[in-house]
């Protein structure tokens, strides 16, 4: 049992902490190719695999060579991290259960709307200088420059991202005849300047939470499976860190193998008194 125990956390252990690179290198890599440099899903998601990745060092030299204090470190750090881990989860499925996009008739794009999200996203980029940021951001991955070609007939037949439908034109229901605009406050934003376009729209900061709200409902998955895998992790590193005790401390009075002595009945000195008292007799 010691043996296999062991082999468990240490195969385990192994699997987590090689599965902690690929989150690393996952964090980067969308930190380097999102559109509006958002980091507050790249930066937990680094958090993460950088506690994993030690976490899982320190149980797989505490399996492998029967290190007590080093199993004991790696239980306390782990059940914090399923605790933050499960906690980061709810909230991001919690915070991206709204939004979505909504149909535009004869379109093949959606068009979004900030009111459709959560209130605490919302507030996040009405915030000016988190949203200057994302504004440079989008400036610079030249996201609307590669629909500036467009003719009107792909504007019916193509389909764009939710920051090129919010940020590159003005919302589908704006119309603009003989310098008179009719539309909602968004129409009144746009401006054809290509500093401008309707980066100051609330369509616009409705595309980059909609961006966001997708990839926090694949970060969502990605952390159940982890989840789940750090939770028998967990399990195994308890039974490893039992197994260690017991072998450095082979004779503890708790073992439940240790003889005890057993006391006799209330009776027994008295039958005995008797039986030797018949054999006198007879």
Known sequence: MYRFSNTVIGVLNLLSLLASIPIIGAALWKARSSTTC??????????????????????????????????WVYLVVMIFLIATLMGLTLFGLVVTSQGGGVEVPGRVYKEYRLGDYHPWLRERVRDPQYWISIRSCILSSKTCAKIESWTTLDYFQRDMTSVQSGCCKPPTACTYESGVIVGGDDCYRWNNGIETLCYECDACKAGVLEEIRLDWRKLSVVNILVLVLLIAVYA?????????????????PSDDNRMTKVRPRWDYYWWRWWHEKKEQLY
Do not use: D, K
Request: hydrophobic share 55%; proline share 4%.
């Open 236 to 252: 195994a590193g308890c039974c490893a860190f039992h197994n260690t005790r017991h072998a450095a401390h082979p004779y503890h």
């Open 38 to 71: 958002e980091n507050f899903l790249q930066t937990p998601l680094l958090v993460i695999g950088f506690i994993i990745l030690l976490v899982s060092l320190a149980g797989f030299i505490g399996a492998c060579f029967n290190v007590a204090w080093a199993l």
